[in-house]
């Protein structure tokens, strides 16, 4: 059993930055995906970005290209959002899942979930 849990949430004006975390507990084989996603409220969870365990093959929604930065520190069992140049439509809670394959951008191909954490971007 995988538990995974985000810190790093908060208010932050347009235009800055944001570092979220997620520490999975149990053992991640470099087979796994880890990815992000978030959910504003009326709105469907939507991907964010995701990346292998073992560091290659990210994938990424356009509207964050170029801002967010997705990587993981293994020796940690951890896995960073990096978001630049925040907007407020990046306002959401952020929740990062983990998949025991290779994955992508479905909800469904992922296995575990942490419990999010909220994401506030003021104009």
């Known amino acids: 059993q995988v538990q995974l849990v985000e810190s790093g949430g908060g208010l932050v004006q347009a235009g800055g930055s944001l570092r979220l975390s997620c520490v999975a507990s149990?053992?991640?084989?470099?087979?796994?995906?880890m990815g992000w996603f978030r959910q504003a409220p009326g709105k469907d969870r939507e991907f964010v970005m995701s990346?292998?365990?073992?560091?290659?093959?990210?994938y990424y929604v356009n509207s964050v290209k170029g801002r967010f930065t997705i990587s993981r520190d293994n020796a940690k069992n951890t896995v960073y959002l990096q978001m630049n140049i925040l907007k407020p439509e990046d306002t959401a809670v952020y929740y990062c899942?983990?998949?025991?394959?290779?994955?992508?951008?479905?909800?469904?191909?992922?296995?575990?979930w942490g419990q999010g954490t909220q994401v506030t971007v003021s104009a």
């Open positions: 149990g053992r991640i084989s470099s087979s796994w995906t």
């Open positions: 990346i292998r365990w073992s560091g290659d093959g990210t």
């Open positions: 899942a983990a998949s025991q394959r290779v994955a992508f951008g479905r909800p469904s191909q992922y296995d575990y």
